[in-house]
């Protein structure tokens, strides 16, 4: 918890700080792959904090951790890429349809890359679309 004061700075002017007022950060929400959502085509390791996957098909396998509400910030790194199939990283609703490419549902959002560029899809539409991969 911290202890703070707020001050309003607008087009008016400046105003006074508030009264002390307490902030509570939440706790780190650590998760990792869902096993059950898994194609069997999907290896899980790393104690499912790690995902490989030697099929051209398109997998996708859920994490543990549900967010209803809130920012959230992710971190995410390819040790290994052999130019097919292209990854795809984003979010989903549980009953997002796992074995078609995610975001071409309306219940995920994803970002492809490739080599040659990245792109995000929602109800099967590609936005966003950017050179460089």
């Known amino acids: 918890s911290y202890n703070a004061r707020v001050k309003a700075y607008n087009s008016t002017g400046v105003g006074p700080y508030s009264k002390t007022v307490i902030l509570k950060t939440s706790d ?45 910030y992710w971190e995410l790194a390819v040790d290994r890429y052999d130019n097919h199939p292209d990854p795809a990283f984003g979010v989903a609703r549980i009953n997002t349809i796992k074995d078609m ?11 492809y890359v490739d080599n040659n560029r990245s792109w995000f899809m929602h109800g099967n539409s590609h936005t966003n679309r950017a050179e460089g991969g």
């Open 101 to 111: 490419m995610l975001g071409k549902d309306d219940k995920a959002w994803a970002m």
């Open 28 to 72: 780190v929400a650590w998760f990792t792959f869902d096993p059950s959502s898994a194609h069997r085509d999907i290896v899980l390791s790393n104690d499912n904090q790690t995902v490989s996957c030697s099929s051209y098909d398109d997998r996708v396998v859920l994490g543990t951790a549900a967010f209803s509400k809130g920012v959230h």
